[in-house]
């Protein structure tokens, strides 16, 4: 999205400069509406008659989670609910009509239980301090209004990481004034990605991962839900669609069974990887549904396994 060419904000994290300085430093925001999203918030899109693909350019950049699925799944933020609605204590919460111990989050994401139609949650009116009639997914996840240019404090110890002082000389023409503007954000590119990379939203995403990797997460867990001890790990790999290297010293089961040689050591080989594969997603699918309730997500419980979102 390309920001509007007439509007200088000097606070690094929300300034808009022109098509020329967009294309030179990477924003990735969203904005919908009246809102800025720093991850692609969710919408719905149309497809090709000819080709069954989307037609915005925006879902073409996004890797699909799964393969058919519709505009809206392809945000974290589909995933962040699909994910707190699997957490049996926001559940017990919303049964009570939010009372109880995650009355707070509650009080923000309501009764995520009342139906299965995400967009509806998503797009159901609230208010805020700011706007008014706002949906509900920008009400949480949306950018809060960026900061206005105003005189900087002369104490240069208060001027903090996503802010940079300047002395602007007023006697300069405006032309020339935004032309060396520019030039000077271009010279502290690094300063002004980092700080635009920093979320100031009510929930902020807490680290990147990969679309596909939470859907993956969420089938292990439905499966686990499903089936329990009643089936062996690596077949509960299968029934969830993981996926699995199964050649083992260049050899596969199918290829040892053709031949009539022995495969015992092969597939024993491979349902310990499926085992394994499979563990560590449900591991992942217990943090990610426990950081979820504490208004968290995708977040991890050891901090080494999470990736600062960007």
Same mark, same amino acid.
């Given at each position: 999205?390309?920001?509007?060419?007439?509007?200088?904000?000097?606070?690094?994290?929300?300034?808009?400069?022109?098509?020329?300085?967009?294309?030179?430093?990477?924003?990735?925001?969203? +904005?919908?509406?009246?809102? $800025?999203?720093?991850?692609?918030?969710?919408?719905?899109?149309?497809?090709? +008659?000819?080709?069954?693909? $989307? !037609?915005?350019?925006? !879902?073409?950049?996004?890797?699909?989670?799964?393969?058919?699925? @519709?505009?809206?799944?392809?945000?974290?933020? #589909? $995933?962040?609910?699909? $994910?707190?609605?699997?957490?049996?204590?926001?559940?017990?919460?919303?049964?009570?009509?939010?009372?109880?111990?995650?009355?707070?989050?509650?009080?923000?994401?309501?009764?995520?239980?009342?139906?299965?139609?995400?967009?509806?949650?998503?797009?159901?009116?609230?208010?805020?301090?700011? #706007?008014?009639?706002?949906?509900?997914?920008?009400?949480?996840?949306?950018?809060?209004?960026?900061?206005?240019?105003?005189?900087?404090?002369?104490?240069?110890?208060?001027?903090?990481?996503?802010?940079?002082?300047?002395?602007?000389?007023?006697?300069?023409?405006?032309?020339?004034?935004? *032309?060396?503007?520019?030039?000077?954000?271009?010279?502290? *590119?690094?300063?002004?990605?980092?700080?635009?990379?920093?979320?100031?939203?009510?929930?902020?995403?807490?680290?990147?991962?990969?679309?596909?990797?939470? #859907?993956?997460?969420?089938?292990?867990?439905?499966?686990?839900?499903?089936?329990? +001890?009643?089936?062996?790990?690596?077949?509960?790999?299968?029934?969830?669609?993981?996926?699995?290297?199964?050649?083992?010293?260049? @050899?596969?089961?199918?290829? !040892?069974?053709?031949?009539?040689?022995? #495969?015992?050591?092969?597939?024993?080989?491979?349902?310990?990887?499926?085992?394994?594969?499979?563990?560590?997603?449900?591991?992942?699918?217990?943090?990610?549904?426990?950081?979820?309730?504490?208004? +968290?997500?995708?977040?991890?419980?050891? *901090?080494?396994?999470?990736?600062?979102?960007?």
């Amino acid at each position: 999205m390309r920001f509007n060419d007439k509007v200088t904000m000097i606070d690094c994290s929300y300034t808009k400069l022109g098509v020329d300085m967009a294309d030179k430093i990477e924003d990735q925001r969203y +904005k919908v509406g009246r809102k $800025f999203f720093i991850h692609a918030p969710p919408f719905k899109g149309r497809r090709s +008659k000819e080709t069954g693909e $989307f !037609l915005s350019k925006r !879902l073409q950049r996004i890797t699909p989670p799964f393969h058919g699925a @519709e505009a809206y799944q392809h945000s974290i933020y #589909y $995933f962040w609910w699909e $994910f707190l609605r699997r957490h049996e204590g926001y559940k017990a919460c919303c049964e009570k009509n939010g009372k109880g111990k995650y009355a707070t989050l509650y009080a923000d994401f309501g009764n995520i239980h009342e139906h299965d139609d995400f967009w509806k949650w998503w797009s159901e009116k609230v208010d805020d301090e700011t #706007y008014i009639n706002l949906g509900r997914g920008e009400h949480l996840f949306a950018e809060p209004q960026g900061r206005r240019i105003e005189v900087a404090d002369r104490v240069l110890n208060t001027q903090t990481v996503d802010t940079l002082t300047v002395n602007i000389p007023l006697e300069i023409r405006t032309a020339h004034l935004v *032309k060396n503007f520019r030039r000077f954000l271009a010279e502290h *590119k690094e300063q002004v990605q980092q700080a635009r990379r920093i979320s100031r939203a009510r929930y902020p995403v807490s680290s990147s991962v990969r679309l596909n990797s939470l #859907y993956q997460t969420l089938c292990v867990f439905d499966v686990e839900r499903e089936y329990g +001890k009643t089936k062996k790990q690596y077949e509960k790999c299968d029934l969830a669609g993981v996926y699995v290297n199964e050649i083992v010293n260049g @050899e596969t089961v199918a290829k !040892l069974k053709r031949a009539d040689l022995p #495969y015992n050591d092969v597939l024993q080989e491979v349902r310990r990887r499926k085992s394994q594969a499979y563990r560590r997603y449900l591991d992942m699918a217990h943090e990610y549904i426990e950081n979820v309730g504490k208004g +968290k997500f995708p977040l991890r419980s050891s *901090k080494d396994k999470n990736k600062t979102a960007d």
